[in-house]
């Protein structure tokens, strides 16, 4: 079973937007809980960027290249955190990953690439 799974990534023009999700599914997310939970970036060659986390108590963090362009959320009932992306950039093209952090266990998804074309 795969503990976080990502969905929604794509092709999309620069400007438009699009919306990732993850899903964390597995008995120790529902005995222990999430703490945070967040989206990381990375392209070939690079390392992997942090995007935006947030916290079981729904404080955020962005890193400043998409501030007040992307919105995290998370639905704490269904252990899923969202990423909002909006005017989206040549830039912003990489694979997104999902993690989420169970005390000091960290979790990651398989990664769900996005790509904005010029």
């Known amino acids: 079973q795969v503990p976080l799974v990502e969905s929604g990534g794509g092709l999309v023009q620069a400007g438009g937007s699009l919306r990732v999700s993850c899903a964390a599914s597995?008995?120790?997310?529902?005995?222990?809980?999430?703490?945070?939970m967040g989206w990381y970036r990375q392209v070939p060659g690079k390392q992997r960027e942090l995007v935006a986390t947030?916290?079981?108590?729904?404080?955020?963090n962005y890193t400043d290249s998409v501030k007040g362009r992307f919105t995290i959320s998370r639905d704490n009932a269904k252990n899923t955190v969202y990423l909002q992306m909006n005017s989206l950039k040549p830039e912003d093209t990489a694979v997104y990953y999902c993690?989420?952090?169970?005390?000091?266990?960290?979790?990651w998804g398989q990664g769900t690439q996005v790509t904005v074309s010029s």
């Open positions: 947030i916290t079981s108590g729904g404080s955020t």
């Open positions: 597995g008995s120790i997310f529902r005995i222990f809980g999430i703490n945070a």
């Open positions: 993690r989420a952090d169970v005390g000091t266990l960290v979790y």
